[in-house]
């Protein structure tokens, strides 16, 4: 079964406003990951957060890990036309070589 | 900078027909991997590698093959084709798992199974 699950699964707002998205695990893991995915593309990674981690910014990311209730979540501020697209949470097991992913958020921006 | 590389893009199949998707890398990244994208489901991790002759199942591996004898290939072998493998597939590389590192994807290929 799968690692992840984002919440909501889908998410529509205007530009400018900020978007969170929540990341719930199962597992003990080493990291978790954000990725972002432009449709009908690859995926692009965003940033990643060690399990010692609590919070970690990267441009208009913030990205937060609470292992005790094995969830993460993504913040996005300032939100543009261009950050469309699907966001997936990705974590990697402890003990494991395997990167599980969730089953995404879509948020949709609107000029 | 070619990072990973899948062929082919698109690919329809009929049932119990075989074939394989390519991925190469030309990162020198000992980590690749292979997932399947459906609607609704998120990426579903099929089989990875940690190096070269090294492999391991993920999730969905039925119905999948795979092997690694070099660093850079990774191809991924559909045995019987079946309409339940319509799909999208994706090919990942990183650096190292463990330690964390980004994984790099592919563009992707689209298969039919009819």
Redesign the interface.
């Given at each position: 079964s799968q690692q992840g699950e984002e919440d909501p699964q889908a998410l529509s707002i205007q530009e400018g406003e900020n978007a969170t998205m929540n990341c719930s695990y199962k597992t003990s893991i080493n990291n978790l990951q954000w990725y972002r995915q432009n449709s009908g593309r690859g995926l692009v990674h965003l940033i990643l957060i060690r399990s010692n981690e609590r919070e970690k910014h990267s441009g208009r990311l913030r990205v937060t890990l609470d292992t005790s209730k094995k969830s993460s979540s993504l913040l996005i501020t300032a939100s543009r036309a261009a950050d469309t697209a699907s966001y997936f949470c990705a974590t990697e097991r402890i003990n494991t070589d395997k990167l599980i992913f969730g089953t995404g958020t879509r948020l949709q921006v609107f000029p | 900078n070619a990072g990973?590389t899948q062929t082919p893009k698109f690919q329809v199949l009929k049932t119990g027909q075989s074939m394989t998707l390519q991925c190469a890398q030309d990162m020198n990244h000992e980590?690749m991997?292979w997932?399947r994208q459906d609607p609704?489901?998120?990426?579903?991790?099929i089989h990875?590698s940690?190096g070269a002759g090294i492999t391991?199942q993920?999730?969905v591996p039925n119905g999948y093959n795979v092997s690694r004898s070099t660093t850079e290939d990774f191809p991924l072998r559909l045995l019987s084709a079946a309409p339940s493998q319509t799909s999208v597939y994706?090919c990942?590389s990183?650096y190292s798992?463990?330690?964390?590192?980004?994984?790099?994807?592919?563009?992707?290929t689209r298969l039919t199974v009819v």
């Amino acid at each position: 079964s799968q690692q992840g699950e984002e919440d909501p699964q889908a998410l529509s707002i205007q530009e400018g406003e900020n978007a969170t998205m929540n990341c719930s695990y199962k597992t003990s893991i080493n990291n978790l990951q954000w990725y972002r995915q432009n449709s009908g593309r690859g995926l692009v990674h965003l940033i990643l957060i060690r399990s010692n981690e609590r919070e970690k910014h990267s441009g208009r990311l913030r990205v937060t890990l609470d292992t005790s209730k094995k969830s993460s979540s993504l913040l996005i501020t300032a939100s543009r036309a261009a950050d469309t697209a699907s966001y997936f949470c990705a974590t990697e097991r402890i003990n494991t070589d395997k990167l599980i992913f969730g089953t995404g958020t879509r948020l949709q921006v609107f000029p | 900078n070619a990072g990973v590389t899948q062929t082919p893009k698109f690919q329809v199949l009929k049932t119990g027909q075989s074939m394989t998707l390519q991925c190469a890398q030309d990162m020198n990244h000992e980590y690749m991997s292979w997932y399947r994208q459906d609607p609704g489901m998120g990426l579903r991790l099929i089989h990875y590698s940690v190096g070269a002759g090294i492999t391991d199942q993920g999730e969905v591996p039925n119905g999948y093959n795979v092997s690694r004898s070099t660093t850079e290939d990774f191809p991924l072998r559909l045995l019987s084709a079946a309409p339940s493998q319509t799909s999208v597939y994706f090919c990942a590389s990183s650096y190292s798992t463990g330690g964390g590192s980004e994984a790099f994807f592919g563009q992707g290929t689209r298969l039919t199974v009819v």
